[in-house]
């Protein structure tokens, strides 16, 4: 079955904490992106990467951190520089190539609240 | 620069009508144009989306949408609502020479009255 998978799905941080959220995918689709959305609003991309150990700043960046060192791939960090994490968290992917070039599919979320 | 506006924050609908979603974008060129619905608590799920070629597209669940260049409007419509389409409906655009970011709009809650 191929899709993303994110985890945890509810996520509970003490302010100052680091926390890591998980994003994998079995689609073998080049890019990835996190996304942060917030209640009434849109969605505000984070970062996003194309390629493995390649990855950019989305709109949003201040206080998250990612890597990509695997294409299945996309951990984010929520450091304690982000003043106000308390969001959900959707993770995507996409190919880059293909009938399906820039369709982005989307994992099931993480919900992260600050305590 | 890219964007997407959907003026309508909340719809409520009754079952059995029909809907239309509004979704107004801006770009040069011809972009490519998405609709994505969320349940609540979960996460996006593609409906269709617009590449070229014929303007009007289907997609999953009994849903289409129109392409309209001259009015630059890619509206979602479906003929008659069930209880279970109620959610969040985002409409979305990537330019072609973005590096694939997609921009989305802030998204038309849906209702359905019994």
């Known amino acids: 079955d191929g899709g993303i998978t994110q985890s945890p799905k509810y996520l509970f941080r003490k302010e100052g904490q680091n926390v890591t959220l998980s994003c994998e995918q079995n689609?073998?689709?080049?890019?990835m992106y996190w996304y942060r959305q917030d209640p009434g609003q849109g969605l505000r991309l984070i970062y996003y990467s194309q390629i493995v150990n390649d990855f950019q700043k989305g709109d949003i960046a201040e206080g998250y951190s990612v890597s990509r060192e695997k294409k299945e791939s996309f951990p984010l960090t929520v450091t304690s520089a982000q003043k106000n994490p308390t969001a959900f968290y959707l993770c995507?992917?996409?190919?880059?190539?293909?009938?399906?070039?820039?369709?982005?599919?989307f994992g099931p979320g993480t919900r992260l609240t600050v305590l | 620069a890219q964007s997407v506006t959907q003026p309508d924050i909340h719809i409520t609908v009754s079952e059995g009508a029909s809907l239309e979603l509004r979704c107004n974008y801006s770009?040069?060129?011809?972009?490519?144009l998405f609709w994505y619905v969320q349940s609540p608590g979960q996460g996006l799920q593609l409906l269709l989306k617009?590449?070229?070629?014929?303007?009007l597209v289907q997609g999953i669940k009994g849903f289409e949408a129109e392409f309209k260049r001259s009015q630059s409007s890619f509206n979602l419509r479906k003929p008659s609502v069930h209880w279970s389409d109620a959610a969040e409906y985002f409409c979305?655009?990537?330019?072609?020479?973005?590096?694939?970011?997609?921009?989305f709009g802030s998204g038309t809650r849906l209702s359905i009255r019994p």
């Open positions: 770009y040069g060129a011809t972009p490519y």
């Open positions: 617009y590449f070229s070629g014929d303007t």
């Open positions: 689609l073998n689709h080049d890019a």
């Open positions: 995507a992917s996409s190919s880059l190539s293909g009938s399906s070039t820039d369709t982005q599919y």
């Open positions: 979305a655009v990537v330019g072609y020479s973005s590096a694939s970011k997609i921009i």
